[in-house]
């Protein structure tokens, strides 16, 4: 899960997170920034559960809102809790989520859009080599070797795209979040975000409209659209 939120005292913050963490036996990574957090953790259900909790009893992070999918196996090797100057590194300063965000399409009403086939200019925000592991159909690819690299790219779109209805969409909605506003600054007049991003998608609608699977940053390599991984662990 992630949230874009004014945070302060991050080297508090990050320590009773550490702490927390090791409690609960949690593995995987969480990033804070002044401009919010962003985790991505692996335990037992009840260990996730009381680290949500934890999570919803700061008032500035009690609208976060965590994606859940199993493991058969911990992805993770380590307990890492970072602070960063930014969640997600775009270096655009005047791009701020917590203060103004983007429309939001919920995936349900995007599948009916491709169901109804509906004109819309789907816009990858991934990396390259994620979009190689899976991707929409007919999808725009960037071929970003970063997320650092998407407002230099953004630069080359046909500014005939200006006036379509552009969603852009990533693996958990943070990468696209930041990426729609961009579009916005840049002209765009009609963006909109994927809500939670493709792995909410698959959770709402399964792999319609997708081919291929899922990248994630972890040991599980890839997930199908039933969120199961592309290879199972032999450690």
């Keep these: 899960g992630y949230k874009f939120v004014a945070l302060d005292a991050l080297d508090d913050l990050k320590a009773r997170l ?8 949690l593995k995987g990574t969480i990033l804070l920034s002044f401009e919010g957090i962003n985790v991505v953790l692996a335990g037992s259900d009840k260990a996730t559960t009381s680290f949500q909790a934890t999570i919803h009893a700061d008032p500035r992070l009690a609208g976060l809102r965590f994606k859940r999918s199993e493991s058969a196996y911990q992805p993770f090797d380590r307990m890492r809790v970072k ?3 930014e969640i997600i590194t775009l270096r655009m300063p005047g791009v701020d989520p917590a203060k103004a965000r983007a429309p939001a ?4 009403k995007l599948k009916r859009w491709l169901d109804e086939g509906r004109e819309v200019v789907l816009l990858d925000t991934r990396n390259a080599f994620e979009v190689d592991a899976g991707t929409f159909d007919n999808a725009m690819d960037l071929r970003l070797g970063s997320f650092g690299q998407f407002a230099q790219a953004a630069e080359r779109l046909d500014p005939s795209l200006r006036d379509k209805t552009v969603v852009t969409f990533c693996t958990g909605g943070i990468r696209c979040e930041k990426a729609a506003l961009v579009l916005i600054e840049k002209g765009f007049r009609n963006v909109f975000q994927l809500d939670g991003g493709i792995l909410h998608y698959f959770e709402e609608c399964g792999d319609a409209h997708f081919k291929g699977r899922c990248f994630v940053f972890d040991q599980r ?3 199908d659209g039933n969120l199961q991984p592309e290879v199972a662990s032999t450690q």
Excluded: P, Q
Aim: with cysteine; glycine share 0%.
């Design 221 to 223: 390599v890839a997930l």
């Design 105 to 108: 399409i919920a995936a349900a």
């Design 18 to 25: 550490d702490r927390r963490c090791h409690e609960l036996a």
């Design 83 to 85: 602070v960063k100057k």
